[in-house]
C-alpha cells in the first residue's frame, strides 16, 4: 500500500498573471520532492457592488480556494500583488473569513511561506510579505523564508528575498521573470515540500 502525497497548497491571487507565474514556479519546486504534490488554488476578487459575484469557476487559472483545502494541507505556500505594501483586499477578505480554522488550530504547527509580485522594484516587496505573514502567525503556522544559502539572493538585480520570492512585473505587468526569481521561487517550493517531510517524519 502506497503512501498517499503530502499536500501543500499553494494559494495565490493574480490580476495580470505574475503572481500565478510565482505559483506555479512554486508549485514545480513542490512537486520535485518526492511525496508532495502541489495544490493550486486562487480567491475571487472583491467587488465595489454589494450585489456583484464571481462565477463559481474561474474562468482561467486554478480552482477557488474552499475551507477544505486549509484542513487537508500539510503545509502553505500564499501569495498575492503588492496594494501599497499590503496583501491584496481579495486575499485579505479570503483570510478574515478563517475565524472558525483559527479556533479549531486547522493550520496550527503547519510550514508556510509567503510570495509576491510588484509593478515597481522598490514597491513594497518586502513589507507585503512581513504583512501576509501576520495572519499565517496567527493561526499558529510556521513562517519560513529563504535562506542565503540560494546564491541568487546576493546576486539579483529584479526581485528576490529572504522574507520570500518576489517579482518585479514592471508597470504594465508584462515584465518576465528572471532567472534568478524563477530559481528562487522554485528553491522556494522545494524547501517548504521538504520541511513538510521532516516535519511528517516522511
Not at 474562468?59 to 505594501?85: I, K, N, Q
Not at 529572504?162 to 508584462?174: C, E, F, K, V
Amino acid at each position: 500500500m502506497t503512501t498517499p502525497d503530502l499536500i501543500i497548497l499553494v494559494l495565490y491571487y493574480s490580476r495580470h498573471g505574475a503572481t500565478r507565474k510565482l505559483a506555479e514556479l512554486i508549485a514545480q519546486g513542490i512537486d520535485s520532492v518526492p511525496g508532495c504534490e502541489a495544490r493550486l488554488r486562487t480567491v475571487p476578487a472583491v467587488s465595489t457592488v454589494a450585489e456583484a459575484t464571481a462565477p463559481d469557476v474561474p474562468a482561467v487559472g486554478a480552482p477557488y480556494v474552499e475551507l477544505d483545502d486549509l484542513r487537508e494541507c500539510a503545509a502553505l505556500a500564499l501569495g498575492s500583488p503588492t496594494r501599497f505594501g499590503n496583501m491584496a483586499s481579495a486575499m485579505k477578505y479570503f483570510w478574515d473569513g478563517t475565524s472558525a480554522e483559527w479556533l479549531s488550530g486547522t493550520l496550527a504547527g503547519k510550514p508556510a511561506c509567503v510570495f509576491t509580485s510588484t509593478g515597481s522594484l522598490h514597491g513594497g516587496q518586502e513589507s507585503t510579505l512581513l504583512t501576509m505573514m501576520i495572519p499565517l502567525l496567527h493561526h499558529g503556522m510556521m513562517v519560513m523564508g529563504l535562506p542565503y544559502t540560494n546564491a541568487e539572493l546576493m546576486t539579483t538585480a529584479s526581485g528576490g528575498s529572504p522574507y520570500g520570492p518576489t517579482h518585479w512585473s514592471g508597470l504594465d505587468g508584462n515584465k518576465p521573470l528572471t532567472e534568478d526569481e524563477k530559481r528562487l521561487a522554485t528553491a522556494q517550493g522545494r524547501r517548504l515540500a521538504e520541511v513538510t517531510r521532516k516535519l511528517q517524519g516522511t
